[in-house]
């Protein structure tokens, strides 16, 4: 018998090979599995149930409202399925001094909700002389076709836009609101070129859906974070080949910094610190990339440190709440600045939030650092920024102290649901 050299010793047996090889392979195959897992999530069918045709309406909030359709752009998509859909919505007429309005505010509602949860806030607006355009995404189209999140409702929220021009006058303005993915839509739209939005408000906005969908449906798998970003990298590949558009294409944080319009836009951010959906990093990914403009000198930072919680004390006694009053003091000067570049007075020094001030004892303005535990590291740090001077529109960025709260915009309909119809 041969006596065994050190070289043997130290030979791998071949069963051992075949066994790390076949590991790797299975480990492959299950990160792939994985990635078509996130593809498969993103485009999903929102379930449809009996409970679609009961909700409230815009005659439940005594306001007067039209009915209406209106189609998506006729497109061929990857699949060759064609787009050109049929939508439905609502258009609320105002008017002001005997007049229809002039200012059009346009809803876009959060993924697979319907546009009557941001009812509450609309009737509020509404309330302040602003005409409302709300609308169904394509998951509540009465046709079945396909949707996404935040890709295909672009086109959606674009055909919204003309649909709501058609119905306003026709020297009419628009301004862009929006929740959760319908907040994401209205920022990449808004910083478009054919929209030509005077504003844009959003309610927990994502930065970007790459970032939703590795927190969403990778994290609780407990994969490690570096396989984790490897897995939504390997599916924003694999798009692409099934669906025909990248996730890059549904990144506002990328539309706020480079798009058509950057740095032109008033921009109002909400966000409840303690998300659980959409993680408040997010909105300072945003608001930073709208401290970046193409210009200097065109950005006031100015920061809302505190929300006070939202009370509905009964639907007969509703009363619009003062948070999203400062919505509408956004829009009161975004669209006051739109009509002086309108009737030729020129571009002004811009108070993009200056009725904040009024509301000092409900919020506070600042500009130093945080009080401890009211405020994230990274909060600390947008709050210790420094406004660029002669500001022109400065994004805001309202941070709620909510425990476990998505939509704040959500929670008013929710309140009003919940309240029933007493009167």
């Not at 130290?10 to 994985?34: E, N, T």
């Not at 006058?169 to 993915?181: F, N, R």
């Not at 058509?260 to 945003?286: F, K």
Request: charged letters at 20%.
């Amino acid at each position: 018998m041969m006596p065994m050299t050190m070289q043997d010793e130290r030979a791998v047996p071949p069963y051992a090979a075949r066994g790390a090889a076949g590991a790797a392979v299975g480990a492959g195959m299950g990160i792939l599995g994985v990635a078509g897992y996130v593809v498969s999530a993103v485009h999903r069918s929102r379930r449809r149930g009996y409970t679609d045709e009961f909700v409230l309406t815009p005659e439940d909030l005594n306001m007067p409202y039209e009915e209406v359709q209106f189609f998506t752009e006729v497109r061929y998509l990857h699949d060759s399925e064609e787009d050109g859909i049929s939508l439905t919505g609502w258009f609320i007429p105002q008017s002001s001094a005997g007049r229809p309005s002039r200012r059009i505010l346009v809803f876009c509602h959060p993924y697979n909700n319907s546009k009557s949860n941001l009812l509450g806030v609309a009737r509020g607006l509404w309330d302040r002389r602003y005409s409302i355009f709300m609308f169904d995404f394509r998951s509540f189209a009465d046709a079945k076709t396909s949707q996404s999140v935040g890709y295909l409702e672009q086109r959606d929220a674009k055909a919204a836009v003309a649909a709501a021009r058609r119905h306003g006058p026709k020297d009419a303005e628009i301004g862009l609101i929006g929740a959760s993915m319908g907040g994401a839509v209205a920022l990449i739209i808004g910083h478009g070129e054919d929209v030509g939005a005077v504003g844009v408000a959003t309610d927990c906005a994502f930065a970007r859906l790459s970032d939703v969908l590795l927190s969403r449906n990778i994290r609780p798998t407990e994969f490690p974070q570096p396989l984790a970003a490897f897995t939504v990298d390997l599916a924003s590949h694999l798009n692409p080949l099934l669906h025909g558009y990248s996730f890059k294409a549904v990144s506002p944080v990328d539309a706020v910094e480079h798009g058509p319009r950057a740095g032109q836009v008033p921009l109002l951010l909400i966000h409840a610190d303690n998300d659980e959906v959409v993680t408040v990093s997010q909105a300072h990914a945003i608001h930073s990339a709208a401290l970046a403009p193409k210009e200097p000198g065109r950005v006031e930072v100015r920061i809302v440190r505190e929300l006070p919680n939202l009370v509905k004390s009964s639907w007969s006694s509703w009363e619009f709440p003062m948070p999203w009053k400062l919505v509408a003091d956004f829009f009161d000067s975004a669209f006051a600045a739109a009509e002086r570049r309108r009737t030729g007075e020129g571009l002004r020094s811009f108070p993009a939030l200056a009725k904040i001030i009024a509301a000092a004892k409900f919020f506070q303005l600042r500009k130093g650092p945080p009080a401890t535990g009211l405020a994230s590291a990274s909060q600390a740090q947008l709050l210790a920024a420094q406004p660029a001077p002669a500001a022109q529109a400065g994004p805001a960025l309202l941070v709620p102290l909510a425990p476990r709260c998505h939509s704040n915009f959500c929670a008013v309909a929710a309140s009003l649901r919940g309240a029933g119809r007493e009167s």
